[in-house]
């Protein structure tokens, strides 16, 4: 698919950020907050968050600068082709594992809350087909279901926060609220890997209709998760308390259970959530899964990214399948979120040299 066809709205380029960093991790942050940051447990879900803006903005700047180019392309133009290359190479690894251990995250979680009697192996495959069918169809594609998903995703979860408030005990949250800097940036580490998603900046910013409008739209794609991961996690330690969040193994659907309405609804509303969590994975899946194959593609210099698709597919579901159990997803995530944390922290030493070449060749025109 070429870039003419493919154009896409600030809407779709913020949804797009906003559908790739909400996903599975949405019904057990609470767990992840509490458990890492313990007392600095809100206040590190903020910082992680504002680091995280503060990084895609810098992307954001350097993809503006390049915005004809992904990051396959520029960072030969910065790098060298060399070093270029591998670190194409290291962003296409990063990418590949991360859409694995969305993959096997959401299927253990899934067949844990609604599918107790399926076959981990069946939830696993019947994911990734109708990811394929969604991704082989293009860009314009996975941003139109994004963009149809997201405002249903968004809403269940600010209505889960907001009915919730009928169970908030300010006397839980208490502790939480006096800063504690030593357990805040403790927290953080594991945080930022909540956070993870907005790393589709590198692929999509020469998509756009015009580059005028990046930054703000990259911030409120960033920006939006921050929030709603804050209030989340507030508002499930004020309700559970500090000490049974970090027990709960999905606190969000546990919030969503308390939740009472009058009526048969009510009963099931935890299940309705988890229907949308579904579809917030859903997404977040399909657009991990583009950006491996269309970055595999650019890697290796070809022009069509579709036959590749149904080659890459086979690949994340081993790799999504390795591991035995539980701590060894968890393991494996962790280490992801540290090789991501790489590549940005690259990212910014790329935007830092383009700024100083950019710098010689003004003064060299003067």
Partial sequence: ????????????????????????????????????????????????????????????????????????????????????KLFGALVTFYFIIVASVVLRDFSDALKGLLLKNTPLEIIMISMLLTVVYMVTNGINSVAKVTELFLPIIILSLALVIVLSGSNFKFVNLRPTLIPNFRLIIKGIPDLVIAFQGYEIILLVIPFLNDHKKVIPYTIIGTGIPTILYTILVAMTIGVFGLETTQNLNYPTISLAEGITFPGAFAERFDIFIAVLWILAAFTT?????????????????????????????????????????????????????????????????????AWISGGKRERKNA
Avoid at 28 to 33: C, F
Avoid at 332 to 347: A, E, N, P
Wanted: charged letters at 10%.
């Fill in 1 to 84: 698919m070429t870039r003419k066809q493919g154009r896409l709205s600030y809407i779709q380029y913020s949804s797009l950020i906003i559908s790739t960093m909400i996903g599975v991790v949405v019904v057990r942050l609470p767990k992840l907050a509490a458990v890492s940051a313990e007392e600095g447990a809100v206040y590190s879900t903020l910082a992680s968050g504002v680091l995280t803006i503060a990084i895609a903005v810098a992307i954001a700047i350097l993809g503006k600068r390049f915005h004809s180019q992904t990051i396959m392309e520029y960072s030969t133009l910065i790098l060298g082709k060399v070093l270029g």
């Fill in 285 to 353: 899946i399909g657009n991990l899964f583009y950006m491996f194959s269309f970055t595999t593609v650019r890697l290796f210099g070809l022009k069509h990214y579709k036959p590749f698709v149904y080659i890459l597919a086979p690949i994340v579901y081993i790799l999504a399948i390795l591991p035995q159990n539980l701590m060894e997803i968890r393991r494996f995530s962790s280490i992801t979120g540290y090789i991501g944390l790489g590549v940005s922290i690259i990212i910014v030493g790329m935007l830092f040299l």
